[in-house]
């Protein structure tokens, strides 16, 4: 069952996956046809605490929260005391004094969702902590694939790119893995986490290898602010030898689709025609991001609290 | 479960050919007058009577759907996702006399959902509500206008609506529900 936080897919079973999953369905039937003014978190505030730079997942909470009737309040490390030294678990005291009802973290460090939640009574979500998890974008990513397929089990998808510095990745590969789908990766060796077999995923050999009969084409982005020099000589080297282009696309199953979590640097891990294509989802997966995180938002308040506010 | 049939399909037609007069008699014609109706039931009673004062006066007063699914003052109590379709009209309700459909008015929550839906679409000089059938149990300070038939009942019992363009055929009876799911 869904508790009082949602900090990562590695601890989520696969029937709390499908239960968000379900309810997003709903959400998304409203957003569609314009209807998006739920009643059921009025009265309640939704914190975006953001350590690191975000469009799409901080404006899709907030939205999210606004739809269900939820105050929201944004907090930016670079603009908040935490430039005055003040640790984690403190702004965690003070949101919590406030009496915030949920909070959204992202942050640079792994676990950092997971300090905070053992801190707080508001319920935690992790918007993203550094190279370890992105639970509400490999959410978001089933529910596209669901969306297109009917069901996960024995999809195959292919995700590309820097998976060594991607939570959405490792998301991606324990809500899979756990949802019956195969998982192969394919990246330089130099991005390439070891030991990421043992988890569940396939490490291609080969760009053919990974793209070959795939259902999903999932690109990463390269994310240099992560990277320290020297893991592979440059941009368009890598877009060369593991970008995908429109010819790439053809190895793959003829009803593929393609996904990214975004940002997208065009011509890097995926070229412009394959980002435009008829089968790209990458819009698509942005207006799911709302529906899912209101279908989370719904099922933490209704959970945790059977009404009760933080009070 | 047993079945009482009260109104067969030729006592339906009467009473509703009865109801389409009251509506003109009441609104003292036709002018101004639009016809909605709660989904689904509902609506197919006030396309019914538009095309029954259509019939009677050669005027078809315009008619649509409300959907009161994001209207329910149960989604937080419940705590439950509606599944609702947006509210569009072909028509506007500014200024009009309003004459909301139902089959069965119970409670009158449903009544006051509607309500708040139509307010939302525009502001109409008045709304009159027509019903099927009062089965009574008010919950909410609601009277209808005009009734097809007052069929006091209990909670155990309920209405069975039945009409051909859903089920087919076009019925009225009350249903007991049978003890074993009274305690569930």
């Known amino acids: 069952m869904i508790g009082k936080d949602m900090l990562g897919l590695y601890d989520a079973t696969a029937e709390d996956i499908m239960l968000i999953l379900d309810t997003a369905v709903g959400m998304k039937k409203l957003l ?280 | 479960m047993s079945e009482h049939v009260i109104l067969d399909a030729a006592a339906i037609a009467r009473m509703l050919t009865r109801l389409s007069h009251e509506v003109v008699e009441k609104n003292k014609g036709t002018d101004g007058l639009c016809l909605l109706g709660i989904r689904r039931r509902g609506e197919i009673v006030a396309e019914r009577i538009r095309a029954l004062i259509g019939r009677f006066y050669e005027c078809f007063p315009p008619c649509g759907g409300i959907d009161i699914g994001m209207y329910r003052d149960d989604l937080v109590s419940g705590f439950f996702v509606p599944d609702a379709r947006i509210n569009k009209l072909d028509f506007s309700v500014d200024g009009k006399n309003v004459v909301l459909c139902d089959d069965v008015l119970h409670t009158g929550r449903s009544v006051r959902a509607a309500i708040e839906a139509i307010m939302d679409l525009g502001r109409p000089a008045k709304i009159m509500l027509l019903v099927l059938c009062d089965r009574g149990g008010k919950e909410m300070p609601v009277c209808p206008d005009f009734v097809g038939k007052n069929i006091p009942t209990s909670r155990q019992e309920f209405i069975d609506v039945r009409l051909c363009e859903i089920e087919g055929e076009d019925s009225l009876g009350i249903v007991t529900a049978p003890e074993t799911t009274q305690k569930i």
């Open chain 1, 32 to 311: 569609t046809q314009n209807l998006k003014k739920l009643p059921h978190l009025q009265g309640r505030t939704v914190t975006t605490l953001f350590y690191e730079n975000s469009t799409r997942t901080r404006c899709s909470f907030e939205l999210a929260a606004k739809y269900l009737g939820a105050g929201t309040v944004n907090i930016t490390a670079s603009s908040s005391s935490v430039q005055k030294g003040e640790t984690l678990i403190d702004t965690g005291y003070t949101l919590d004094a406030m009496k915030n009802d949920v909070i959204v973290i992202r942050h640079p460090m792994g676990g950092a969702p997971h300090l905070l939640a053992r801190n707080v009574k508001a319920s935690v979500v992790n918007g993203g902590d550094g190279m370890n998890e992105h639970p509400t974008q490999a959410l978001l990513d089933f529910y596209t694939m669901r969306e297109k397929f009917g069901s996960l089990k024995g999809l195959k998808v292919a995700i590309l790119g820097d998976i060594k510095h991607s939570r959405v990745a490792k998301s991606n590969l324990f809500g899979l893995t756990k949802l019956g789908a195969e998982v192969v990766m394919y990246s330089p060796a130099t991005l390439m986490p070891q030991g990421i077999e043992r988890l569940g995923a396939k490490v291609a050999k080969s760009r053919e290898e990974a793209l070959a009969g795939a259902n999903v084409v999932m690109g990463l982005r390269i994310q240099l602010e992560r990277m320290h020099g020297g893991l592979f000589p440059s941009l368009s080297e890598y877009a060369k030898y593991y970008g995908v282009d429109e010819e790439h696309l053809r190895l793959a199953d003829k009803d593929c689709i393609v996904m990214h979590p975004g940002p997208v640097n065009r011509g890097v891990e995926f070229t412009s025609d394959v980002i435009d294509a008829e089968n790209s989802k990458i819009t698509e997966q942005v207006l799911n991001g709302v529906a899912v995180r209101m279908a989370l938002l719904f099922l933490l308040v209704k959970n945790r609290q059977g009404g009760e506010k933080n009070e």
